[in-house]
């Protein structure tokens, strides 16, 4: 049995260190171009070195975005591009454009190459061409069930690599080529810089009434696009079963908190599954629960079990739900007490909870609250404000406390 490998998201430094801090085996990035997302604050020069160091140093691997749909001003100095990725000891280059395919090869061979999923490869003669070319993997559409990856699987060679989205945001389109927000908003979304119209409220006007407004109602609701997120955590089995290679975890553009809770779940069941490789294996419930502690617009099974056409969209309501925040990070554990950075506000005697790598959360109320100085306190009220509370255990630095909304 292949022990899957987790990839997690990694939008800048903050969120890289969450994945890294809480699990995962891989970390998929972006610079300043030619990667899909332009709004986190990515990577370039030193802080690329910077990263990949510290991903080294915890036996992590790195894995760099180059995934535009490229138009001819986007090979402009791409020579330069991946020399400096290569200098950066990146492990592999995810690309969608058989032109910067071609130039990879060419300016940084010794650097693996990993189909984007912005090819949308559906079937194994499209996964055997590209191994042919010289992908090391392929990141399968989004749009496949489990059962065609076991076949793509089944017929290719064993040294290529499946990898496959098992969480996060969904797209209306197909694996994300979209011309919605070029249209809309003139942000174009095969150059990372989507506004994302799929998620928003519509409503029809008629030409000759200016201002009068009626919904569009479908099932109930008027978000007529917007699509559920995806959430496999309870079907580890299967998606081993399926030979999937790497689970990738969606989310550059998420929060660090996002990050370091969905890669701490995932490898929480990941690694319960390989304790108790079954085919009724099911993580602990503190694990499914996690998936509503993080932001998310409800969860579906995508198209892994069948076409979702009854529960892969929220018609109701745009946005995500949001029912957890971070309050503080922890600094360290010293002498029955919890030394911790504020994030948020909150005052004593509230519950938190202590989020930590590869564990069930701490669940307890905040007592003892002290500044800095050891005073007494009742609140935190000041951003980055130092404080502690009283606390019988020990957690890692950096470990998360959180509480409801």
């Known amino acids: 049995m ?8 990694a939008g800048d430094r903050e969120r890289l260190e969450a994945a890294v801090r809480y699990g995962a085996d891989a970390v998929y990035l972006g610079a300043s171009r030619l990667g899909m997302r332009s709004a986190p604050q990515n990577f370039e020069g030193e802080a690329l070195a910077q990263a990949v160091g510290f991903c080294h140093e915890n036996g992590v691997k790195v894995y760099l975005t180059a995934n535009v749909l490229a138009h001819n001003r986007d090979l402009n100095d791409v020579e330069g591009y991946f020399h400096a990725a290569s ?59 489990l059962d065609e990856i076991a076949e793509i699987r089944a017929k290719t060679p064993k040294d290529l ?8 945001a969904m797209c209306v389109s197909f694996s994300g080529r979209c011309l919605l927000s070029n249209y809309l908003t003139g ?22 009434r200016p201002g009068q407004y009626f919904p569009i109602t479908e099932d109930g609701g008027t978000y007529i696009m917007n699509s559920n997120d995806l959430c496999m ?3 580890i089995p299967a998606l081993v079963s399926a030979g999937i290679t790497s689970f990738k975890i969606e989310g550059r553009a998420k929060s660090a908190y996002y990050t370091a809770v969905a890669t701490n779940a995932y490898r929480a069941a990941i690694d319960g599954y390989l304790k108790n490789p079954t085919d009724d294996y099911k993580p602990q419930p503190w694990i499914v629960d996690e998936m509503n502690r993080m932001s998310n617009r409800g969860y579906c099974t995508g198209f892994f079990f069948n076409a979702p ?3 892969a969209h929220i018609f109701s309501q745009g946005g995500y739900k949001r029912d957890w925040r971070v309050v503080a990070v922890v ?11 504020q994030r948020n506000r909150f005052f004593e005697k509230e519950e938190i909870e202590i989020l930590f790598p590869g564990n069930e959360p701490i669940r307890l109320i905040a007592t003892d609250m002290q ?4 005073e007494p306190i009742d609140c935190v009220p000041h951003p980055m404000m130092p404080f502690s509370i009283a606390f019988d255990g020990d957690v890692p630095h950096g470990s998360l406390v959180r509480m409801e909304c």
């Open 87 to 145: 200098e950066a000891q990146v492990d592999a280059f995810i690309i969608s454009d058989l032109g910067l395919f071609s130039l990879a090869k060419q300016y940084a061979p010794q650097i693996d190459i990993h189909i984007s999923t912005q090819m949308g490869v559906t079937n194994y003669e499209a996964a055997n061409t590209l191994h042919d070319m010289g992908a090391k993997r392929v990141v399968l559409a989004r749009e496949l069930s």
């Open 371 to 374: 500044n800095a100085a050891g």
């Open 2 to 9: 292949i022990k899957p490998e987790l990839l997690a998201p």
């Open 161 to 168: 690599e499946i990898e496959c989205f098992v969480h996060g």
């Open 233 to 235: 955590i309870e079907h």
């Open 331 to 341: 600094e360290r554990c010293e002498n029955g007490r919890l030394y911790l950075t």
């Open 187 to 208: 942000r174009d979304s095969n150059h990372g810089d989507c506004a994302q119209p799929c998620r928003w409220q519509y409503a029809l006007m008629e030409q000759t």
């Open 309 to 311: 056409t009854e529960d």
